[in-house]
Each structure stands twice: as C-alpha cells, then as structure tokens.
C-alpha cells in the first residue's frame, strides 16, 4: 500500500505543465466543453496543451482553430507521435496516431475574456426584465 501511495505522489513531480493538458476524446463531452475547459485553463496558467489519440485527432484540431479564430490563443507548438497500444477486441498491438497541441494566450486574451463576460451579464438582465 506504502508503494501505491509513494508512487502517486511521484506522478507528476517531473513533468510541471502537465496540469494544464486536456486529453481530449471525441465520444465523451461535447466540443464545446473543451473549448471553455481550454479557456478556463489559459486563465488559470497562460496556456493549455490539447492531446488527443486516433479520431479525437479531428476534434483537438477543431478546439484549437476555435481558440485561434477567436483571437484566444495562438499556437506554440504541434507535436505528433505514434503510441502502442492494446487492441481491446483482439488483445494484439496497435499503433494509435498521437497529436498534442500547445496554445498560449494572446496578448488581448484578457481583454475578450472580460467582454464576453459582460456580454454575458448584459443578456442575463435582459432576459429577467422580461
């Protein structure tokens, strides 16, 4: 139970800006979950890595493109790899395609953060007056 416990807290001593990675899948939450997970997490610390295996691949480009086109992020790095995996019908080895996406902030994120949460208010007294 000792090695359990040790291990755990070993995790991630290394590897400091794997707290603000999102493995992405394409089968659990919707895009746009992600999308404003990314955004809290660039609030939080300046920058976010997407990561995502196999058909998730299309839905990580899609958030980042997203993030981009509204003037949140820009690209700092794009990294793709292959990672061997268990075949879980067939129980043989399986390449999986790997991409993982590293976006920082813009230099007006903070800016289009704040507007969109006044939009936000604006529309919610809106609707209460009516």
Same mark, same amino acid.
Request: proline residues 2%.
């Given at each position: 139970?000792?090695?359990?416990?040790?291990?755990?807290?070993?995790?991630?001593?290394?590897?400091?800006?794997?707290?603000?990675?999102?493995?992405?899948?394409?089968?659990?939450?919707?895009?746009?979950?992600? =999308?404003?997970? &990314? !955004?809290?997490?660039?609030?939080?610390?300046?920058?976010?890595?997407?990561?995502? $295996?196999?058909? #998730?691949? /299309?839905?990580?480009?899609?958030?980042?493109?997203?993030?981009?086109?509204?003037?949140?992020?820009?690209?700092?790095?794009?990294?793709?790899?292959?990672?061997?995996?268990?075949?879980?019908?067939?129980?043989?080895? =399986?390449?999986? &395609? !790997?991409?993982?996406?590293?976006?920082?902030?813009?230099?007006?994120?903070?800016? $289009?953060?704040? #507007?969109? /949460?006044?939009?936000?208010?604006?529309?919610?007294?809106?609707?209460?007056?009516?």
């Amino acid at each position: 139970m000792e090695e359990i416990t040790e291990a755990v807290n070993n995790i991630n001593i290394s590897d400091s800006h794997k707290k603000n990675r999102i493995q992405v899948s394409n089968t659990k939450k919707p895009l746009f979950f992600y =999308v404003n997970l &990314a !955004k809290r997490y660039m609030q939080q610390h300046n920058e976010v890595e997407l990561s995502a $295996l196999g058909m #998730a691949i /299309a839905t990580v480009v899609t958030i980042a493109e997203i993030l981009k086109n509204n003037g949140l992020a820009v690209e700092k790095k794009i990294t793709t790899s292959t990672v061997d995996m268990k075949d879980e019908s067939r129980g043989r080895p =399986v390449q999986k &395609a !790997k991409i993982e996406i590293l976006l920082g902030k813009t230099a007006n994120f903070d800016e $289009l953060m704040a #507007a969109a /949460a006044e939009e936000r208010e604006a529309g919610g007294d809106v609707e209460e007056q009516s």
